[in-house]
């Protein structure tokens, strides 16, 4: 017996789907945020790990945007990855006044020591699906955020 208010048969689906997808997306992300922390990282400091090892070197701009966070809060990211040796500031080669960010060797040498235990890890907390599952899951979410960010339906408007 359903105890919460009701607003209506399109409301209560998107509602219940909303809650259900928060929680799954707080969940996992505790879990592997537990499992960055075991490296000695924040999550912030493994995205751009990540993303500078499979990317290659790029601007702060460019880091922050793949990231979703501020220029402000990578530049604090980036200053203490630097401070331990992980990446380094250099200059571009076509534009001087562009600062890129790389990965140092010990940076592509933890990225290496590291990014595969954890692929592994999202692997095994996935792992509650199946392939198929996790496909069809990993289309609608796509779909979902695609469609938000373009201001789809409608720019938010009421049917």
């Keep these: 017996m359903k105890t919460t208010k009701q607003y209506g ?9 909303w809650v259900k997808l928060a929680r799954a997306a707080t969940t996992f992300g505790q879990l592997t945020n537990e499992n960055i922390r075991s490296f000695g ?18 601007p702060i701009g460019e880091l922050c945007k793949r990231q979703l966070v501020s220029g402000g809060n990578m530049t604090v990211v980036v200053d203490n990855l630097e401070k331990e040796g992980l990446v380094e500031r250099l200059h571009s080669k076509e534009d001087r006044r562009t600062i890129l960010v790389q990965l140092t060797a010990k940076g592509q040498k933890l990225f290496k020591a590291i990014f595969e235990e954890h692929a592994q890890f999202v692997a095994r907390v996935a792992s509650v699906l199946t392939e198929k599952e996790q496909n069809e899951l990993g289309r609608l979410a796509k779909k979902l955020g695609i469609s938000l960010k373009s201001g789809c339906p409608k720019n938010f408007e009421e049917d």
């Design 9 to 17: 048969k399109k409301a209560d689906t998107a509602l219940s789907m």
């Design 41 to 58: 990282l924040t999550q912030p400091q493994f995205g751009a790990l990540e993303c500078l090892g499979h990317l290659g070197a790029m």
